[in-house]
């Protein structure tokens, strides 16, 4: 094996812990170097993990010419500018979900990857559990046969981030859809197979964020910034006729201890769930329904892995785990919600 890639992390106070096993673990990478502008945390989180290359700013650390990675970690707004810079300077770029709260940003870090010939992979890290992969495997293999309709939701009762970073529009690009919708949309497009978005009809609503004494359990009181959805539900239609309804809330009254987050897949044989991970098959010639329970057993912490999955295909010059295009077509998505939620009516995502 040759040297290892040079890691570089940009953002190290909250979901960047996750990754750090995975970088430590990797046997393609190492990480090296930590940015942030908050100097406090940026030498808190040095001095936590043994790193001594710290910048106060990112474009410091794309100037160094030893890191190969740049893993971002930073709140959404600045996620595009920021990838773009390090692809531009000839990293490669893992960068934390949302890839960019819209379609043009994440346009523009494409055609910066194109030009870069680096790789750019979504942190999309449920795609990592083993659950999750067994249900793609036995999809992938006709399990279901032609798939026609998914039914998937991510609803917490009272669990609404409280930070500007998540409920300003301004800095977050959106509430719960931006937050959560793409991480249950992204899993539920990749069962699916990632067939082409055509046309999706949308609603938002933030009814109990604004009554008075709103608060959340995972956040406190509800600040007065707040300009984003606590929910949202939609329908979206694709290219090769299948549908999809989705449901996300970071405050919704639905029974749930902390998250209820599940998937459905319906196909002409068959049909799946997530988390459970049963498959449902009709059988017509032995007039039969069978449930079948598939193992999995998890291999480690997802976020851990799919760092580790990004430096593999990187150092083994693999395709990336989870494409931009694919990221996307969920912004794209969701964009659409939003622009249906206004206008009141299916909007077209062609
Ligand atoms: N995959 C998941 O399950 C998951 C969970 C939580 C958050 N996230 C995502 O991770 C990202 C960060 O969220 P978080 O909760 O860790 O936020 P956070 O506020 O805890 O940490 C972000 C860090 O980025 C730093 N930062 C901001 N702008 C910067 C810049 N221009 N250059 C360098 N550093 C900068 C901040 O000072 C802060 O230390 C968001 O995009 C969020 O959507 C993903």
């Not at 785990?321 to 077509?329: H, I, K, M, Y």
Request: proline residues 6%; positive net charge; contains cysteine.
């Amino acid at each position: 094996m040759g040297k290892k890639l040079k890691v570089g992390v940009v953002g190290v106070r909250g979901i960047a812990r996750t990754h750090f096993p995975g970088w430590v673990e990797s046997p393609d990478a190492e990480m090296v170097a930590f940015a942030d502008i908050d100097t406090k945390i940026l030498k808190q989180r040095g001095k936590e993990q043994g790193i001594t290359l710290l910048y106060d700013n990112a474009q410091e650390l794309f100037r160094n010419p030893e890191i190969d990675i740049v893993d971002i970690c930073t709140p959404n707004g600045v996620h595009a500018p920021l990838a773009i810079a390090a692809l531009n300077a000839g990293k490669h770029v893992i960068c934390e979900k949302p890839l960019a709260p819209t379609p043009a940003e994440i346009r523009s870090m494409i055609k910066a990857r194109d030009k870069s010939g680096k790789m750019l992979m979504t942190a999309q890290h449920f795609r990592f559990q083993e659950s999750a992969q067994a249900l793609k495997a036995a999809l992938g293999t006709g399990a279901v046969g032609n798939i026609y309709h998914a039914r998937s939701w991510m609803l917490r009762r009272s669990g609404a981030p409280t930070s500007p970073g998540f409920v300003s529009k301004k800095e977050s690009g959106g509430g719960p859809c931006i937050d959560i919708g793409v991480h249950i949309l992204d899993l539920t497009l990749w069962m699916m197979g990632h067939p082409k978005p055509v046309a999706v009809s949308g609603v938002t609503q933030a009814k109990l964020a604004k009554k008075p004494g709103a608060f959340s359990d995972w956040g406190g009181p509800i600040p007065k910034f707040w300009d984003v959805e606590e929910f949202a539900a939609a329908m979206v239609r694709f290219a090769n006729g299948a549908t999809l309804v989705l449901e996300v809330s970071w405050l919704l009254n639905h029974k749930t201890e902390g998250e209820d987050m599940q998937m459905w897949v319906y196909g002409e044989q068959g049909g799946v769930h997530w988390p459970s991970n049963e498959l449902l098959v009709t059988d017509n010639k032995l007039k039969q329904h069978r449930n079948t329970q598939l193992l999995s057993r998890e291999k480690g912490e997802p976020h851990a892995l799919e760092c580790m999955a990004f430096a593999k295909a990187v150092a083994e010059r693999r395709p990336s785990p989870v494409p931009a295009e694919q990221s996307l077509d969920v912004i794209t998505i969701l964009d659409g919600l939003y622009r249906s939620a206004a206008a009141g009516k299916e909007v077209s995502l062609m």
